[in-house]
C-alpha cells in the first residue's frame, strides 16, 4: 500500500509540473541615437550600445544594435531590428519590427521574431522602450527628431516570457513503467 501511495504521489506530483513556468530577460540600455531622413522616410539608429542585465548571466560585456525606420509623416513602421550581444557574440537578434509607439515622451518598439542564441529563457518577441535624455522633444519625440542629429537616451528591453517548456514524453514512459511495477508488486 506504501507504494501504491508514492507511486500516486509521484505521479500526481508530475502532472501538476506538466509545463515549466515562463520567466523574461530583461536588459538596461543606454547611449546615443543618430537619426536620418530619407525622402519622408525616417531612420534611428544606434550600433554598440552599452547594456546590463541581471537576468541574463554574461560572459563578457554586453551590447546593443538597434534600427527604427518609420515614415515620418505618421510613424507607421517600415522596418526594425534588434540584436543583442554578449563580448560581440550575437545572443538574441529580430529583424520585425511589429509596431510602434510613443506618448509621454516614451517610445515603445514592439519585435517579433526573436532569435535566441545565448538563453533558453527569451521569448519570441521582444519590447523596447526607452526615453531621450531631450525632454524638449516633447510627448511624441520621433515627430521632433531633427536630420543629421544624435540623441542620448536610456531604456530597457525585454523579451516576451519563454514559452511553456512541456516534459519530455520520456516521463510518460517512465510513468507508466512505475505504475506498471506497483501493480505487479499488489498482485505479486
Known amino acids: ?3 501504491f501511495v508514492t507511486t ?3 505521479t500526481a506530483a508530475t502532472f501538476a509540473a506538466t509545463a515549466l513556468p515562463a520567466a523574461t530577460v530583461t536588459f538596461d540600455l543606454f547611449g546615443s541615437a543618430d537619426y536620418f531622413e530619407f525622402g519622408g522616410d525616417s531612420d534611428l539608429v544606434a550600433f554598440d550600445q552599452g547594456a546590463v ?3 541574463y548571466v554574461s560572459a563578457g560585456a554586453l551590447t546593443a544594435d538597434f534600427s527604427l525606420g518609420y515614415a515620418a509623416a505618421d510613424g507607421t513602421p517600415y522596418f526594425g531590428s534588434f540584436t543583442l550581444y554578449d563580448e560581440g557574440r ?3 537578434e529580430s529583424y520585425d ?3 510602434l509607439g510613443q506618448s509621454f515622451g516614451v517610445v515603445t518598439a514592439d519585435f517579433g521574431g526573436l532569435t535566441a542564441l545565448g538563453d533558453p529563457a527569451f521569448g519570441t518577441g521582444l519590447s523596447f ?3 531621450f535624455d531631450d525632454f524638449s522633444l516633447g510627448d511624441t519625440p520621433l515627430s521632433a527628431l531633427t536630420d543629421g542629429n544624435s540623441y542620448a537616451y ?3 528591453a525585454v523579451s516576451e516570457p519563454a514559452s511553456t517548456v512541456p516534459l519530455p514524453a520520456g516521463v510518460a514512459l517512465l510513468l507508466t513503467g512505475l505504475g506498471a511495477l506497483g501493480l505487479r508488486r499488489k498482485r505479486g
Open 1 to 3: 500500500m506504501t507504494r
Open 8 to 10: 500516486a504521489a509521484l
Open 53 to 55: 542585465s541581471f537576468d
Open 90 to 92: 550575437t545572443i538574441a
Open 97 to 99: 519590427l511589429l509596431s
Open 129 to 131: 522602450t526607452f526615453a
Open 154 to 156: 536610456s531604456g530597457y
